[in-house]
Every structure is written in C-alpha cells, then in structure tokens.
C-alpha cells in the first residue's frame, strides 16, 4: 500500500525515532562524563550547570522555566549546589526581591 505524504501536523515516525536515538545518545554521554568527573552531581543538576555556564546568572524563576520544573524544586536544587560550593545565590542592588543565581569558580570548572 502507497504511503501518503505526511501532513505538516503528522510527526514522521523515522524522525521521530531518530530524534529519540540521540537525545537517549546525549544522556548518556553526559552521564558517562560526570560519572568520570567523580563531581557528585545528578544529571538535573548538571544541566543547571551548563544553562548557569551558557546563559550567565539567571533569576531561579527563569531557570526553573527553563529546566521545566517547579520554583521549588529549583530552590531545593540549588540548596545543594550552594552547599557544594558549585553556584551562588545574591540579589541585585537594583531590584533586592528576586533571586540571582551563578556559578563559582568550581562550577565553571566543573562545565
């Protein structure tokens, strides 16, 4: 039987699977890279990382947007980041009623 093209509202399936295959790819490097770093983080946490590294201090609101997660579970999060000396929390002199956050010295040498 003739397959009909896939409108633009239908997922091709062999995409579909192909995106799959290299996001399941690019967890596990990632995985497999800070179980070498020995650098005691979870792979949420280290993403949190990588957008402090990429994107520079961010309010925990927005990173919590951009991790898709809730305001919560971003401040328990960074709890144990702070503790490991990996970010930082501070306000801006301008505006003291959100928090900041950003990476130390052993956060940026962790990304």
């Known amino acids: 039987m ?14 579909v699977d192909a995106l799959l295959s290299v996001s399941r790819a ?12 020995d650098a005691d983080v979870t792979l949420q946490q280290y993403r949190t ?25 971003v401040t328990r999060m960074c709890d144990r980041l702070t503790r490991r000396h990996l970010i930082r929390r501070f306000h801006r002199e301008d505006d003291r009623r959100p928090v900041w956050l950003c990476l130390t010295e052993a956060g940026k040498d962790l990304t």
């Open 2 to 15: 003739p397959r009909t093209p896939a409108s633009p509202d239908t997922p091709d399936d062999g995409l």
């Open 26 to 37: 690019m967890v596990a490097l990632a995985a497999r890279n800070l179980s070498q770093l």
């Open 49 to 73: 990382l990588v957008i402090l590294a990429s994107s520079g201090p961010q309010r925990s609101v927005d990173l919590a947007r951009q991790l898709n997660i809730a305001p919560s579970t």
